[in-house]
Each structure stands twice: as C-alpha cells, then as structure tokens.
C-alpha cells in the first residue's frame, strides 16, 4: 500500500509540473503578441504595412512559425494597456512586446505611476509564462530635459527589475526622420516601419524558437 501510495503521490507531481509548463503542446498556435498604442496598431498605415503585420513577414521569411496579433490600441496610456492585459492572456502568447508609456508622458503624468503600471503588465505577462521585450521610448526636447531623461532611463528600470530584455528606443533610426514619418511628425511610414522592424529583430530573436 506504501508503495502504491507513493506511486500516485510521484505522477501527481509529474502532472502538476505539467501543467504549469508555458511552452505551448504539439500542433498548438505559437503566438507573439504586440502590445502597446498607435505606433504598434499602425495608425495611418495600411494593416499589412504596420510594425506587427512586417514582423510577421519577417518571422516566416527566416523560418519561425508564430503568428503575431496586433493588439496595438490608439492613444492607449500603461493604465489602459493593464486593463487590457486579462484579454491579452486569452491569445496564450508565447513572446510579448511591450511599447507603451508615450501617451502618459506627452499628458505630463507622473513617471512613478507609469513605471509602476509598466512593471505590473511585464509581471502579469511573465507569470503567464510568456518572454516579455519591453519597447523603451523617448520624449521630444521641449518636455524638458529632466522629465525627459527620467522617463527614458524608467524603461532601464523597469527592465531590470524584471529581468526583461529591453530595446531602449522603439522608433530607433525612425524618429524626427521626416522622410520616415507621416506628416503629424509622430507615426512611423511603412517604410519607417520596416526599419523599426530591421531594429527591433536582435532583440527579439533570442525570445523566439524554431
């Protein structure tokens, strides 16, 4: 009887680690997830033109097989993107990119709130089992070189204290390139976007698996 019990109480544990193995089963959809504001949605761009939609080209050009999901939301700020974080955990993505925080910014919110809320969503999504790449963002000189400095250097913070990989600006080789952006001077073209895309990829690849 010893015995036996001690044979069910073993395949009870095999099943529970199981069960809380992220990867996703044999045949299952591999999902990496977008997530963030109208830079990630692709405001003004056609949808097969925005970041999310060139990256999916670009992952079945070099032979990974995930589906990307565009869950960008115009004018979404980090207290929006946690609201909408139950939701996202329904697609089961395997790797999230995380790029919000501009929004907060360019409204004069306080840094402490968004650092907090940033860190919440990389938490939520990490305990899911999902590989978070936080996108860090910059701030235009005329908000003042000491709000400014403090919200980029919160992307490093928030990072660290996640033990997240983190691309320190989004619009990296894009921003205040006028023949990259749209006439707002904010939103990426497509062939901005594909840029962003060329950037972003050494800092997604190792998250990603064949």
């Known amino acids: 009887m010893r015995a036996l019990l001690g044979g069910l109480l073993l395949l009870v544990q095999v099943v529970a680690a199981c069960s809380t193995q992220p990867t996703a089963s044999a045949g299952e959809e591999r999902v990496v997830l977008a997530f963030g504001d109208s830079l990630t949605s692709g405001l003004g761009v056609p949808a097969d033109q925005t970041y ?70 990389v938490a939520r999504f990490q305990a899911s089992g999902a590989r978070v790449l936080i996108a860090g963002m910059r701030l235009p000189p005329n908000y003042g070189d000491p709000y400014a400095a403090d919200f980029y250097r919160l992307y490093r913070e928030v990072a660290r204290a996640r033990d997240a990989p983190l691309m320190p600006f989004f619009l990296d080789g894009v921003g205040a390139i006028p023949r990259l952006n749209q006439p707002d001077g904010i939103h990426p073209t497509a062939e901005g976007y594909a840029i962003v895309v060329d950037r972003l990829w050494p800092y997604l690849v190792p998250l990603l698996r064949k």
């Open 52 to 121: 999310p939609a060139q990256l999916a080209a670009r992952l079945t050009r070099e032979g990974y097989d995930y589906r990307v999901v565009n869950a960008g939301v115009s004018g979404d700020t980090t207290a929006g993107g946690l609201r909408r974080v139950d939701w996202a955990l329904r697609l089961r993505p395997e790797v999230v990119i995380v790029e919000l925080g501009v929004n907060d910014a360019l409204r004069g919110q306080k840094l402490a709130s968004v650092r907090e809320n940033l860190e919440q969503i």
